[in-house]
């Protein structure tokens, strides 16, 4: 089993900054991706970013110039940089881990509000 863990979320004013951070624990090999997804109420849950095995990643429109996601192999931990955030970001952000031939692994989810 995967154990995903998040912090950094919380409440800033619009055109502030958060990093979000996720540490992975447990069956944690095979990775394919790990990322993070966002729910706003009433919405889907939608992609905000990932990171693959190779290193590369891929973005929302939404979110592209502005987020930025990364990790630390050695801490087992993804990390996602939010700046000039809008209020429209607002949601749940859930960590996500993709494993080759099994279902995702998700985090408890952190709370992002951004005020106007």
């Known amino acids: 089993q995967v154990q995903l863990v998040e912090s950094g979320g919380g409440l800033v004013q619009a055109g502030g900054s958060l990093r979000l951070s996720c540490a992975a624990s447990g069956s944690i090999f095979s990775i394919n991706a790990m990322g993070w997804y966002r729910q706003a109420p009433g919405k889907q849950r939608e992609l905000v970013a990932r990171?693959?095995?190779?290193?590369?990643?891929n973005y929302a429109d939404s979110v592209k110039g502005r987020f930025t996601i990364s990790r630390d192999n050695a801490k087992n931990t993804v990390y996602l940089q939010m700046n000039s955030l809008k209020p429209e970001d607002t949601a749940v952000y859930y960590c996500?881990?993709?494993?080759?031939?099994?279902?995702?692994?998700w985090g408890q989810g952190t709370q992002v509000t951004v005020s106007s």
């Open positions: 990171i693959f095995r190779g290193g590369s990643t």
């Open positions: 996500n881990l993709d494993k080759i031939g099994r279902p995702p692994s």
